[in-house]
T-cell receptor, first 114, second 115 residues
Framework: DQQVKQNSPSLSVQEGRISILNCDYTNSMFDYFLWYKKYPAEGPTFLISISSIKDKNEDGRFTVFLNKSAKHLSLHIVPSQPGDSAVYFCAASTQTGTASKLTFGTGTRLQVTL | KAGVTQTPRYLIKTRGQQVTLSCSPISGHRSVSWYQQTPGQGLQFLFEYFSETQRNKGNFPGRFSGRQFSNSRSEMNVSTLELGDSALYLC??????????????FGPGTRLTVL
């Protein structure tokens, strides 16, 4: 049962344009969401997160939007740069005490072309 | 501050053998989580350790086990290896303050190949 879904396995965007990566979840208990970027042969790198009490969080070129009613979040990258080419994972968690368990999506490979 | 380190980086084993992977978290981080990454499955949570205690466990068979030492370093062990265990095994550490879930910082992973 895939509780976090990234339905687009790949995305190609021109340099300078906006990249929009989408993520859907099914577990209404999730209340904390994160995006990670992963290059080949490296571990995932934390990008940005959002708590369920917010609907938007911005950090430089990266903005995450959360639509709780639709159980949907998206990552916007503006403007896209060639160095952004990587696999992006969204992840979700429930704040059960202080336990740390992330449920990841299957990832979206972003290719930023010149 | 040094990042999360994992050893070895690459490992080749045969079916039926067992393997032990090691993870050293970022200094001061007390929580260590382990994930398995396979093509098409994304990252799947194996277990989490905090202060030498397993605090959370994913849906993996008992062949997968782990432990954490007093210095927060962690090991995971897979016994009776199967071909399907071939994957990238990732370790992540976090501070785990009172706020609950914190961002996890990942190591580079151990690539395990089972022949």
């Amino acid at each position: 049962d895939q509780q976090v879904k990234q339905n687009s396995p790949s995305l190609s965007v021109q340099e300078g344009r906006i990249s929009i990566l989408n993520c859907d979840y099914t577990n209404s208990m999730f209340d904390y969401f994160l995006w990670y970027k992963k290059y080949p042969a490296e571990g995932p790198t934390f990008l940005i997160s959002i708590s369920s009490i917010k609907d938007k969080n911005e950090d430089g070129r990266f903005t995450v939007f959360l639509n709780k009613s639709a159980k949907h979040l998206s990552l916007h990258i503006v403007p896209s740069q060639p160095g952004d080419s990587a696999v992006y994972f969204c992840a979700a968690s429930t704040q059960t005490g202080t336990a740390s368990k992330l449920t990841f999506g299957t990832g979206t490979r972003l290719q930023v072309t010149l | 501050k040094a990042g999360v380190t994992q050893t070895p980086r690459y490992l080749i084993k045969t079916r039926g053998q067992q393997v032990t992977l090691s993870c050293s978290p970022i200094s001061g981080h007390r929580s260590v989580s382990w994930y398995q990454q396979t093509p098409g499955q994304g990252l799947q949570f194996l277990f989490e350790y905090f202060s030498e205690t397993q605090r959370n466990k994913g849906n993996f068979p008992g062949r997968f086990s782990g432990r954490q030492f007093s210095n927060s370093r962690s090991e995971m062990n897979v016994s009776t290896l199967e071909l399907g265990d071939s994957a990238l095994y990732l370790c992540a550490s976090s501070t785990q303050g009172l706020a609950g879930v914190n961002e996890q910082f990942f190591g580079p992973g151990t690539r395990l190949t089972v022949l």
